[in-house]
T-cell receptor
Framework: NAGVTQTPKFQVLKTGQSMTLQCAQDMNHEYMSWYRQDPGMGLRLIHYSVGAGITDQGEVPNGYNVSRSTTEDFPLRLLSAAPSQTSVYFC?????????FGPGTRLTVL | DQQVKQNSPSLSVQEGRISILNCDYT??????FLWYKKYPAEGPTFLISISSIKDKNEDGRFTVFLNKSAKHLSLHIVPSQPGDSAVYFC???????????FGKGTKLTVNP
């Protein structure tokens, strides 16, 4: 039981490049979400999904796309990276009592 | 509009003493509150939670108190240990919406 896994751990992009941050969970949770953490800003919700085929926007969705084709996977896509998207990204899945977070992806956009 | 506020960015205490971390919220619809602990380069991990039907929940050295009238909750750690040094996030949830709202975090340092 690996919990929530994220890849890659680190990534450097140039402005305008696209990439996908991977997230997977093996706990059969329906609810998954993506957060970004910036200094002094706490954790802010980007997108979330309540089950396969269902996604919705969170607090800061602009510049990001998501899809949920399976219960296990919830990738986050940056279509055209901008320096403002430099951050640490956390994927989470929610069980009956709490959310379980992945280890994070540290993204730098130059 | 910050719905969950942790007004102290940092807190420093001596080992063995009590650590008190505070959190205020503005949305009266919140009915479930959680505390997470985060070490550097790791994801947040769940620590303790409390439902709005309670005013206290205890788990070992950790106790969370909820004052609904004041829209205030606090996390008490007794006794504090150096391994407790981390960033603590307060989070709130309303009516099964499953969209947690987080505070900005408080960095706790426990000095040996």
């Amino acid at each position: 039981n690996a919990g929530v896994t994220q890849t890659p751990k680190f990534q450097v992009l140039k402005t305008g490049q696209s990439m996908t941050l991977q997230c997977a969970q093996d706990m059969n949770h329906e609810y998954m979400s993506w957060y970004r953490q910036d200094p002094g800003m706490g954790l802010r919700l980007i997108h979330y999904s309540v089950g396969a085929g269902i996604t919705d926007q969170g607090e800061v969705p602009n510049g990001y796309n998501v899809s949920r084709s399976t219960t296990e996977d919830f990738p986050l896509r940056l279509l055209s990276a901008a320096p403002s998207q430099t951050s640490v990204y956390f994927c989470a899945s929610r069980g009956p009592d709490t959310q379980y977070f992945g280890p994070g992806t540290r993204l730098t956009v130059l | 509009d910050q719905q969950v506020k942790q007004n102290s960015p940092s807190l420093s205490v001596q080992e063995g003493r009590i650590s008190i971390l505070n959190c205020d919220y503005t949305n009266s619809m919140f009915d479930y509150f959680l505390w997470y602990k985060k070490y550097p380069a790791e994801g947040p991990t769940f620590l303790i939670s409390i439902s709005s039907i309670k005013d206290k929940n205890e788990d070992g050295r950790f106790t969370v108190f909820l004052n609904k009238s004041a829209k205030h909750l606090s996390l008490h750690i007794v006794p504090s240990q150096p391994g407790d040094s981390a960033v603590y996030f307060c989070a709130a949830d309303k009516g099964g919406s499953e969209k947690l709202v987080f505070g900005k975090g408080t960095k706790l340092t426990v000095n040996p």
